[in-house]
């Protein structure tokens, strides 16, 4: 179910396209979706399915030549059409992510101090270096981290206390929204269960209003969303709470989705029924075209309208 309040985030008819070395990818297509207060959304679907695109965009780091078009709204206030300052005031502030991999966002270059004191002086949080660093002191702790971990570099840091530092700068800037890309990708299970449990503290204690969880973990996905989001090749299929997923699964792909998990890590899905119609990038049909038992020639032409199955449970397929 919908937790919380109302809306905080409206995406609407959301299209990411990227280019590069003379070739054009459509990595979002027409999606649409709310992120309401209190709430915990998750984007689960393969690698490539465009889950991680869509975090970038809510954060407006679609960046030329890539282009996007829609409409993401908060506070009456559209991400894709605004300036540069007034995004560097969006970002951390209002809305916060945590990246797929802390090595590659956290400078290997600077300690961890002067990370944390960039950050927080940089977004009007400190005024000084001293209020910084006593600020970064109480979040590396709640985090569960030592203050010594200040005067480190990046690489001297284990992958989970990387982890770890990296939702510490998330939350410094008070953000309402935290968006999270994979974040326990490549930690052992000790340190999947930790970075996991700061997560749950930060929205129970409201040190954020809502939470965009981004994994292709499927058990990681049924402890921490409230509500849940199928993507495929750019697309959501299917949208419904946690429980409407797991007992109900409507679309095709879900229920191949869940059924073929063994260890609640999906890698590639394989063609399920070998029919032979392929999907086109830049066609309108439907991205699990070539993999459905269900397949009919319209399924090709254009992809279907929603149906609603409840005010929460909406699956986009012709069988209905």
């Not at 070739?23 to 690698?47: H, M, W, Y």
């Not at 260890?263 to 086109?280: D, H």
Request: charged share 20%.
């Amino acid at each position: 179910m919908q937790n919380g309040g109302g809306s905080l985030i409206q995406v609407r008819n959301l299209n990411v396209t990227y280019h590069s070395f003379g070739e054009t990818k459509q990595a979002v297509r027409d999606v649409s979706f709310s992120l309401n207060s209190g709430e915990t959304l998750g984007f689960l679907g393969e690698s490539g399915s465009g889950k991680s695109t869509i975090g970038w965009a809510i954060l407006g780091m679609i960046e030329p030549p890539h282009e996007a078009s829609g409409e993401v709204v908060y506070n009456n206030f559209n991400v894709l059409a605004a300036s540069e300052g007034k995004l560097r005031r969006y970002r951390w502030k209002e809305v916060a992510m945590i990246f797929q991999t802390a090595m590659n966002s956290l400078d290997p270059l600077v300690t961890i101090k002067k990370s944390f004191v960039q950050l927080l002086i940089g977004k009007g949080i400190a005024d000084k270096e001293e209020g910084a660093v006593e600020i970064a002191v109480n979040l590396l702790r709640y985090v569960g981290l030592s203050p010594k971990v200040l005067d480190m570099y990046t690489f001297e840091l284990s992958g989970g206390m990387r982890q770890r530092v990296s939702i510490a700068l998330a939350i410094a800037c008070n953000p309402k929204i935290l968006i999270a890309d994979e974040p326990t990708t490549a930690l052992d299970t000790v340190n999947q269960f930790s970075v996991l449990a700061n997560m749950r503290k930060l929205k129970e204690e409201r040190k954020i209003d809502a939470m965009i969880l981004i994994t292709h973990d499927v058990e990681i996905q049924m402890i921490m969303a409230d509500r849940i989001a199928i993507t495929l090749k750019g697309r959501i299929v299917e949208e419904g709470s946690k429980e409407e997923m797991i007992n109900d699964p409507k679309h095709p792909y879900t229920r191949l989705l869940l059924q073929s998990v063994t260890s609640a890590n999906i890698t590639k899905i394989e063609a399920a029924t070998g029919n032979n119609v392929k999907f086109e990038d830049g066609k309108d049909g439907c991205p699990f075209l070539a993999q459905c038992p269900y397949a009919m020639p319209k399924c090709a032409e254009s992809f279907p309208e929603p149906k609603a199955f409840s005010k929460t449970h909406t699956v986009y397929c012709y069988i209905y």
